[in-house]
Nanobody, 112 residues
Framework: VQLQASGGGLVQAGESLRLSCVAN????????MAWYRQAPGKERELVAE???????NYADSVKGRFAISRDNAKKMVYLQMNSLKPEDTAVYYC???????WGQGTQVTVSS
């Protein structure tokens, strides 16, 4: 099982980005997918997750700004990030919880 994340970049505060992750897992549609992030010198933290039945959970720091979604036909999970802040700067990783597999990470940098 491989996960491939994309969509990171350099943006200014207040702008938006959408991250994408494809996971070639036959059980994708029933798997919980998550986005984590890790900033320099900090531990990796959960940003958002979505279950196979599309229940979602968000870190308090991103509630109301970020939205996680999935497309089971494409085996994709997305993270729409709005109103970005400099403190959102980190490497973002997608995670297939049922397999405990990580994507390679994509850098998000938000300038003030």
């Amino acid at each position: 099982v491989q996960l491939q994340a994309s969509g990171g970049g350099l943006v200014q505060a207040g702008e938006s980005l959408r991250l994408s992750c494809v996971a070639n897992d036959v059980f994708f549609s029933i798997s919980t997918m998550a986005w984590y992030r890790q900033a320099p010198g900090k531990e990796r933290e959960l940003v958002a997750e979505i279950t196979g039945s599309e229940r979602t959970n968000y870190a308090d720091s991103v509630k109301g700004r970020f939205a996680i979604s999935r497309d089971n036909a494409k085996k994709m999970v997305y993270l729409q990030m709005n109103s970005l802040k400099p403190e959102d700067t980190a490497v973002y990783y997608c995670y297939l919880r049922n397999r405990a597999r990580w994507g390679q990470g994509t850098q998000v940098t938000v300038s003030s």
